[in-house]
């Protein structure tokens, strides 16, 4: 059974910074690539960062600068450093592992910005 559960969300200040964790279990982490995706209510979830298996990484211009994302293959775990926080980073903050037609999600940690 695969598992992602994240971890480090909370309330920060702008200006702040947090870190989030996801933990991977019943997968070959390795292999996969994984993201962090980010939904507010109403709105569609929208990409935040993806670490692919090789190592790169790519991010949208939204958070270009701002975030940082990395993986643990060791841990089964993936980061996301995420820094300069804004407002609008205000969301809930999914884990997704993808490799060919296989995705799988967790069940999101919530991320708040405001002072």
């Known amino acids: 059974q695969v598992q992602l559960v994240e971890s480090g969300g909370g309330l920060v200040q702008p200006g702040g910074s947090l870190r989030l964790s996801c933990a991977a279990s019943?997968?070959?982490?390795?292999?996969?690539?994984m993201a962090w995706y980010r939904q507010i209510p109403g709105k569609q979830r929208e990409l935040v960062a993806r670490i692919f298996r090789s190592g790169s990484t790519m991010y949208p211009d939204s958070v270009k600068g701002r975030a940082t994302i990395s993986r643990d293959n060791a841990k089964k775990t993936v980061y996301l450093q995420l820094d300069k926080l804004k407002p609008e980073d205000t969301a809930v903050y999914y884990c997704?592992?993808?490799?060919?037609?296989?995705?799988?999600w967790g069940q999101g940690t919530q991320v708040t910005v405001s002072s």
């Open positions: 997704n592992s993808e490799l060919g037609g296989n995705n799988y």
């Open positions: 019943g997968i070959i982490f390795s292999v996969y690539n």
